[in-house]
């Protein structure tokens, strides 16, 4: 089989996309320097601090910084935050008292949360055992969110709604920003003391706006993902009403501490820079997950989104039908990593995963799923989970990489 062939055919009908993909791009881009004009960033706010971190201009500046790019009153911008469950976590934790309700509002929230909640695994700690209740409202079987059952759901106990942007390991079509409108609505509309919080891990950048200019409460994700750009080294955000983010900080920190403490021995320089290159490295991975999209499906894979179908997180599902071929796909996307390309991945257990986990991610930040990776649970019908990539060259030479490995289903 050509593949290269297969490639270039593949290009040339994403040539539309790709042209989408770089109005998404020049607007983000002007957004985020015109962010960093009036936040005056200088090299003073690079340099490290120790110690409680009072007044840390660095920390002050970056923070301000996302709240502007991301259209809301205040934003936590953190390396102590360790991963965006961490981030999810301290949101629930800090917005939710014993005795309300968590309803999540897109079915079952993604897998390392369950233990965080406290659904089924029962965990120390978590806000089951803290006295907070949980409801779930299934999305419809089209994937879009059931406006009438999260109505039905939303009671006076009803704390915080929470929203998953994108797939997780699910076959549905990511949430638009659209739809997550329509979910505030009927919230606060039912209920306007419940909060609603936004898983946007993934989903940064994707789209020209962010969630919470669809009247979101909150938002949290991780800067190893689409804002770190790949540069930022750890941390996640979180980003909304000034209120919400208060009550976060306090979690983070403490009461009466709040986000007035923090400081950080190593240069702030990756994170700004990092966030400054986001909405060009996110415009990357989009075109090699259309790329993806359209390679796959031309060789008879089932691929979730199409091509040109709307994207609103950077995640690329591939459906392989065996555990032969998901397993080969791993091994091929580690094998074309610039970082540990010799490496062998296997399926194994994995902290706050029901199923074993197969991970492939060569990438210069561990575990950064900003740069290119692919990760599945090993659970039919053995789906791959495609994310990332600094540039499209790297998600092209992947892609044919992958179907050397696999074959064309239709051959």
């Not at 490639?7 to 962010?35: M, S």
């Not at 930022?232 to 980003?239: D, E, K, L, R, S």
């Amino acid at each position: 089989m050509d593949y290269e062939s297969l490639l270039a055919k593949a290009e040339q009908e994403c040539e539309p996309v790709f042209a989408r993909f770089a109005r998404i791009e020049r607007e983000n881009f002007a957004r985020v320097l015109q962010a960093f004009t009036e936040e005056n960033v200088g090299t003073q706010h690079f340099a490290p601090t120790t110690g409680y971190g009072y007044d840390d201009v660095g920390r002050q500046t970056l923070e301000r910084v996302f709240a502007r790019v991301f259209g809301c009153e205040s934003a936590l911008v953190r390396p102590h935050i360790v991963s965006g469950t961490h981030a999810l976590a301290l949101g629930l934790f800090g917005l939710l008292r014993p005795g309300q309700r968590l309803l999540a509002a897109a079915g079952r929230p993604y897998d390392t949360l369950e233990p965080v909640i406290g659904i089924e695994r029962k965990k120390d700690g978590s806000l089951a055992d803290w006295g907070v209740g949980y409801d779930e409202a299934a999305l419809l079987p089209n994937g879009e969110p059931d406006l009438a059952a999260i109505g039905e759901a939303v009671c006076k106990e009803t704390g915080v709604v929470l929203v998953q942007r994108s797939r997780g390991y699910a076959w549905r079509p990511a949430l638009s920003l659209e739809q997550i409108g329509a979910i505030c609505e009927t919230v606060h509309r039912k209920n306007p003391q419940a909060l609603v919080m936004v898983d946007n891990c993934y989903g940064e950048f994707t789209c020209t706006q962010e969630p919470t200019a669809y009247g979101v409460d909150l938002m949290v994700g991780s800067l190893i993902k689409n804002p770190g750009g790949g540069l930022a080294p750890t941390g996640a955000y979180v980003a909304g009403r000034e209120s919400c983010v208060a009550r976060v900080a306090e979690r983070l920190t403490a009461p009466g501490i709040g986000g007035e403490e923090g400081s950080y021995a190593a240069s702030y320089q990756p994170f700004f820079q990092g966030f400054y290159l986001a909405p060009h490295t996110v415009a990357q991975a989009l075109r090699g997950a259309a790329l993806a999209a359209c390679a796959f499906a031309r060789a008879g894979y089932t691929t979730h989104p199409a091509f040109d179908g709307p994207r609103s997180d950077i995640i690329q599902a591939v459906r392989l039908e065996t555990p032969e071929r998901l397993v080969a796909f791993c091994r091929a996307v580690q094998a074309a990593s610039p970082v540990d390309s010799f490496a062998l991945p296997e399926p194994s257990e994995m902290p706050g995963y029901q199923d074993q986990v197969i991970m492939a991610a060569g990438t210069f930040v561990s575990g950064a799923s900003i740069e290119l990776s692919a990760d599945a649970p090993m659970r039919e019908p053995y789906i791959a989970y495609w994310q990332g990539g600094l540039t499209y060259e790297h998600c092209r030479l992947t892609v044919k990489r992958i179907l050397e490995e696999i074959g064309c289903r239709t051959a």
